[in-house]
């Protein structure tokens, strides 16, 4: 491929980085994309911010990127290491993905959309990656938006205790029931699993004495976290295990020292 304005174009790269070739494989299902910085180019310091740091050497990356068609993307570069007066030599970042990441930013975007409606497993078969690989990009956007993540409207609260693995390998999920958002996660089904919760709510903005409806199974140990924890909270007992019509039968009750609240 001769004419690399258009690729320039679709990905959006602009200077001191240029398209300077592409490579397209047709029987391999694969594109392949060399980006460079014009010589001479300098870079400011990832460390400390300092502008126009002159290039020491640099580290040839690939990162897989959105398919094109239904072939195949990747984009390869020689990802500047600037020397830096103060903090000497750094490699800096660059604009199309993450420090460290395979992916590019595009193709991250892509595998957490992907994600958030079906299994990893399943994304990743649909992408052609090894799902260990996914998994090295989802914490990372999870812990970013559970930084930004504000509980302070939370006032209805599911809470269900699910199998990490075959076995008796439990975590339980806490959920916000207004706006249909899981909340919070641990390992464990115990009463220590809502004081978390609690913890962490607070953390996020949220109130525990807020919370004034809870729906859990019938678990004793649910029952008394959500009484130690969230102490305002009615409590709505689910049916935990799933009629044929997938509908679960729920009954209010009350919390210990709670009125009953009629179905
Ligand atoms: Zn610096």
Redesign the pocket.
Known sequence: MRDTSLLQLALGVTPPWQVARADFDAEAHRLDIHIDFTPGSRFS?P??G?AACPVHDTDAMTWRHLNFFQHQAYLHARVPRVR?D??GV?KTTVPWARPGSGFTLLFEALVMTLVSSMPVAAAARLVGEHDTRLWRVIPHYVDEARARMDASAVTRVAIDETAARRGHDYITLFADIDNARVLFATGGKDAATVAAFATDLTAHGGDPDAIDEVCIDMSPAFIKGVADSLPEAEVTLTNSTPSKSSTRRSTRCAAPGKKARPC
Do not use: F, L, S, V
């Open positions: 310091c460390g400390c300092a830096c103060a903090r750094r």
